[in-house]
C-alpha cells in the first residue's frame, strides 16, 4: 500500500547512545515532516523539510539532526539520547499544494533508559 | 503564539449518538483549520479542513465550521459507530507549514 512507512516501531535505548530513525514515503511528495507526540501536548514538529536538499528547524529540534537523503527519504538523528526524548516520533508527508502533512506514518515507540 | 484548545477526554458515546468535540483557537491573522483522527496502533490522518472563515469542512460524516466571530472550529457527526473510536486533534496553520495541535481527545464508542 501507498503510504509514509518508518523503521522501527519500537526501540529502547540507553541514555548517551545515538540512533537513527528512518522514514520513506511512495507519493512523490516534496515536503516532508518530522513529529514527536507526548500525553496531553498533541505532536510537536521537531524538523521539515520542503523538498530534497532542504530542512528547517520546527519548534522542538533541540538534540535532533536531519537528513533529506533524496526525495523518498527524510531521516531523524539522536546523536545522544536523553530520557527526556523518550516518546512517540511521527513521520509525515503532503505535496506542494496541500501545504501541511496529509499522511503519516504509524510511528515509532523509543524509550531511553 | 498561534494555540489550539480542545474539549479534555476521554469522551464515551453508545453507538449512533451525537458527537460534539469543542476546538477553539487563538492566532494571528487568518489561520487553516484542521481536524485530524489517529486510530489505534496507526498514525494521524487528516479528517476535515477548512481554510477561511463560514467554511465548512466534512468528512466520513464529521463536520466542522471555521467561525471566526467565536474563533472555533467544533467537530461533530450525527450518528455514531464503534469504528469511529479514536483520538481526535484539533489543528491550525497560520503559514505554509507549522501546524499547532491540540491535546487530542480520546473517543470510545460502544456497541
Known amino acids: 500500500n501507498a503510504g509514509v512507512t518508518q523503521t522501527p516501531k519500537f526501540q529502547v535505548l540507553k541514555t548517551g547512545q545515538s540512533m537513527t530513525l528512518q522514514c520513506a514515503q511512495d507519493m512523490n511528495h516534496n515536503s516532508m515532516y518530522w513529529y514527536r507526540q507526548d500525553p496531553g501536548m498533541g505532536l510537536r514538529l521537531i524538523y521539515y523539510s520542503a523538498s530534497e536538499g532542504t530542512t528547517d528547524k520546527g519548534e522542538v529540534p533541540n538534540g535532533y539532526n536531519v537528513s533529506r537523503l533524496n526525495k523518498r527519504e527524510f531521516s531523524l538523528r539522536l546523536e545522544s539520547a536523553a530520557p527526556s526524548q523518550t516518546s512517540v516520533y511521527f513521520c509525515a508527508s503532503s505535496d506542494a499544494q496541500a501545504g501541511q502533512p496529509q499522511h503519516f506514518g504509524d510511528g515509532t515507540r523509543l524509550s531511553i533508559l | 503564539g498561534d494555540s489550539v484548545t480542545q474539549m479534555e477526554g476521554p469522551v464515551t458515546l453508545s453507538e449512533e449518538a451525537f458527537l460534539t468535540i469543542n476546538c477553539t483557537y487563538t492566532?494571528?491573522?487568518?489561520?487553516?483549520l484542521f481536524w485530524y483522527v489517529q486510530y489505534p496502533g496507526e498514525g494521524l490522518q487528516l479528517l476535515l479542513k477548512a481554510t477561511k472563515a463560514d467554511d465548512k469542512g466534512s468528512n466520513k460524516g464529521f463536520e466542522a465550521t471555521y467561525r471566526k466571530e467565536t474563533t472555533s472550529f467544533h467537530l461533530e457527526k450525527g450518528s455514531v459507530q464503534v469504528s469511529d473510536s479514536a483520538v481526535y486533534f484539533c489543528?491550525?496553520?497560520?503559514?505554509?507549514?507549522?501546524?499547532?495541535f491540540g491535546a487530542g481527545t480520546t473517543v470510545t464508542v460502544r456497541a
Open positions: 492566532a494571528t491573522g487568518y489561520p487553516s
Open positions: 489543528a491550525l496553520s497560520a503559514n505554509d507549514y507549522k501546524l499547532s
